[in-house]
């Protein structure tokens, strides 16, 4: 689990990105409207997942769909998909 408060993680951000704040605004605005809804520490940490999901760390994929169900989650994925959006409609 990530734990980073956001003031920290705010800090590296800069650093790295040197000077692209659009993430760290986004990342801070989460913060302060999730902070309506649960204690600001909370709000914290999923405004850190989600920046840092944002930023990549969860962009991999594997081919453990497949291997346990025998079929491509890819070859799936898109006729699912148009079926639950012509369900829900």
């Not at 809804?37 to 989600?50: G, I, K, N, R, V």
């Not at 594997?62 to 079926?83: H, I």
Request: hydrophobic fraction near 40%.
């Amino acid at each position: 689990m990530v734990s980073c408060p956001v003031e920290v993680r705010v800090r590296e951000w800069q650093r790295q990105r040197s000077g692209s704040t659009r993430a760290v605004l986004f990342m801070r605005w989460v913060r302060d409207r999730l902070t309506v809804l649960m204690p600001t520490e909370f709000a914290a940490m999923l405004a850190c997942m989600d920046g840092t999901i944002a930023e990549g760390t969860e962009g991999h994929t594997t081919d453990a769909v497949q291997r346990f169900t025998g079929r491509s989650l890819t070859a799936q994925l898109p006729p699912f998909a148009e079926r639950e959006m012509t369900r829900s409609s």
